[in-house]
């Protein structure tokens, strides 16, 4: 399993950005993907995961503002973030769990600066 990530830039606070997931190769059902982020100087954290029986989690800090979907026909996750802050800049990582096995995107960079 391959995931590519995509969508992350350079946006003013208080704006918005989506970020995509795609994964090939096999994939079986029973799986979970996932958005996990790095700051300087931080920890990586978990931001959000969506199942594929559809349960769903946010970290305390982006509820409310960030939402995280999956397209199974596409085997693509997608992370919406509206009212963007400067503490959501960061490498966002793309991540799926799959049956004991764990898989891993390269990061894509947001940063929130005016």
């Known amino acids: 399993v391959q995931l590519q990530a995509s969508g992350g830039g350079l946006v003013q606070p208080g704006g918005s950005l989506r970020l995509s997931c795609a994964a090939s190769g096999s994939i079986n059902s029973g799986n979970v993907m996932a958005w996990h982020r790095q700051a300087p100087g931080k920890q990586r954290e978990l931001v959000a995961s969506?199942?594929?029986?559809?349960?769903?989690n946010y970290v305390d800090s982006v509820k409310g503002r960030f939402t995280i979907s999956r397209d199974d026909a596409k085997k693509t996750a997608y992370l919406e973030m509206n009212s963007l802050k400067p503490e959501d800049t960061a490498l966002y990582f793309c991540f799926m769990y799959i049956r004991g096995y764990t898989y891993w995107g390269q990061g894509t960079q947001v940063t929130v600066s005016s």
């Open positions: 969506i199942a594929s029986g559809g349960s769903i």
